[in-house]
């Protein structure tokens, strides 16, 4: 099985463009908010760690907001927490999916985390720069803080590029998006 990962910017249209490959995705933001919904251990991992911010289950997406807000620290006591349930749903995920020629993992934090292995097809996403901010501001939940703290845990998109082995220029525009990916697919199955 081919693991295809996206990787560039935050709101560069990774998952939108992870849909349109056709293979199974594993979409890690969606596993993360389903974790904060569901999952009991790690809430009682989050309040034993940031007890003034997580009062009652499940975590609120306002909470966990004003604790990355409030203390840049907070951020890393979260994804401690957090990025190891991911590990194990996207391990889970690949197992589940192994029949599948090609799977694709939307993992913002993939190459920050390790989770990306030596015969991963790395595909960096590269919309114009105007478009992120213009789209993340159309976000219900955007917040130019919390953006730039994340910002600041990223590798930069500099190092994303280089150590991809396809760019997929994202003009928004699906079909020439689509071109791309028929291309990509084409060159590596």
Do not use: W
């Amino acid at each position: 099985m081919i693991r295809i990962a996206l990787v560039g910017d935050i709101g560069s249209g990774k998952s939108h463009i992870a849909k349109l490959f056709n293979f199974p995705v594993f979409n890690a933001d969606f596993e993360v908010a389903k974790i904060y919904k569901t999952n009991k251990q790690c809430f009682k991992k989050l309040k034993k760690k940031l007890p003034k911010y997580f009062l009652s289950f499940p975590a609120k997406k306002d909470q966990i907001i004003k604790a990355i807000i409030e203390d840049e620290l907070n951020l890393k006591k979260i994804t401690k927490i957090i990025h190891p349930e991911i590990r194990k749903k996207m391990n889970i995920f690949l197992k589940n999916n192994k029949k599948y020629k090609a799977v694709v993992l939307d993992i913002p934090l993939l190459l920050e985390n390790k989770l990306n292995k030596k015969g991963d097809i790395l595909i960096f996403v590269q919309p114009k720069k105007s478009e992120i901010i213009k789209r993340l501001k159309k976000r219900d939940n955007f917040n130019i803080s919390l953006f730039n703290k994340f910002k600041k845990i990223q590798l930069p998109l500099s190092f994303k590029k280089k150590k991809s082995n396809y760019i997929i220029k994202n003009n928004f525009i699906n079909r020439s998006v689509k071109k791309s990916i028929k291309k990509i697919i084409k060159e590596i199955i």
